[in-house]
């Protein structure tokens, strides 16, 4: 598909509730629709760990598998409808005996194109996101729309070797979702 001169993009932010995956995803398609039935746009971005919050010792109890996942089938759905790219900011999927922090992403028909796995866990002040899901390993750049995106997940943010990889690589959008509390405003 051609690149078009201006996209539509809509960030999409919400207080998640902790450890209640099917609430997070009534809230979430909620949300979503009542933005989607008042405007046109392009691209959805949804933030991280939006399915389970961000309190580590829950993701457990709220991964997904990528086939069965209530959460994906949602944005699926929502994106079919509407026909709008989602990048869906991150839930926890178990792959196997493992768990992941991803990103799906989904185009205009539904079709799940791309995961990417946070490749850098966060573990500061008694927080450590490594003792519950693994680091991915590969960072992932998907084109929909002619848009070429970079896809990371909040603490890859500190890590600034993935941004150049992608601008080399031809990256026209960086996205980084993140589940940061406004109280650490020093990165961003």
Partial sequence: MEKKEKIELLAIQ?????????????????LIR??????????????????????????????????SAE??????????????NIIGGSSIVKDGDNYYNTCLVFNREGILVAK?????????????????????NNPVMVELDG????????????FPEIYRAYRKAGADLLVNMAAWGA??????
């Avoid at 919400?14 to 909620?30: P, W």
């Avoid at 933005?35 to 760990?49: A, G, I, K, Q, Y």
């Fill in 14 to 30: 919400m207080e998640s509730y902790i450890g209640d995956l099917g609430a997070n995803i009534k809230k979430m398609r909620e």
């Fill in 34 to 67: 009542k933005e989607l039935s008042e405007r046109s746009v392009d691209f959805v971005f949804l933030p991280e760990v939006w399915t389970v919050g961000w309190d580590c010792p829950s993701f457990l109890q709220c991964a997904e598998f990528l086939k």
């Fill in 71 to 84: 959460s994906i089938n949602m944005l699926q759905n929502i994106a079919k409808e509407y026909s709008v």
């Fill in 116 to 136: 990417y796995s946070k490749m850098h866990l966060y573990s500061y002040y008694g927080c450590n996101e490594g003792s519950y899901v693994r680091a991915g």
């Fill in 147 to 158: 848009v070429k995106i970079g896809l990371t997940i909040c603490y890859d943010i500190r």
């Fill in 183 to 188: 109280e650490k405003k020093i990165p961003w």
